[in-house]
Nanobody, 127 residues
């Protein structure tokens, strides 16, 4: 059974930093993309960042460019999100995603893709 376990969320002041981690287990994830999405109260889930299996392709939402960095270690099936210069509007539940194929910016997987989600970790940025 596939499990994605996120950690690293918490409460931080504006301008601060957090590092999220997501460890995946339960199958082989060769050639799977990994990514982060977030959902704020009353809003739909949105794309934050994604990374290819090789790590060479990385995509970011415009609102995090220059502040967040995604990385992964395939030996541990782990993806990270380094978040700097945090703003109150970054407050949300952050979800880890592992998906077969190329990295995506879409919440919805393509038909036929294997798609796995973590339970989410809360990030709260105070002003």
């Amino acid at each position: 059974q596939v499990q994605l376990v996120e950690s690293g969320g918490g409460l931080v002041q504006a301008g601060g930093s957090l590092r999220l981690s997501c460890a995946a287990s339960g199958r082989t994830f060769s050639n799977y993309a990994m990514g982060w999405f977030r959902q704020a109260p009353g809003k739909e889930r949105e794309f934050v960042a994604s990374i290819s299996w090789s790590g060479r392709l990385k995509y970011y939402a415009d609102f995090v460019k220059g502040r967040f960095t995604i990385s992964r270690t395939n030996a541990q099936n782990t993806v990270y999100l380094e978040m700097n210069s945090l703003k109150p509007e970054d407050t949300a539940v952050y979800y880890c995603n592992v998906r077969s194929g190329s990295p995506s910016t879409s919440v919805q997987a393509m038909p036929g893709d294997l798609d796995y989600w973590g339970q989410g970790t809360q990030v709260t940025v105070s002003s």
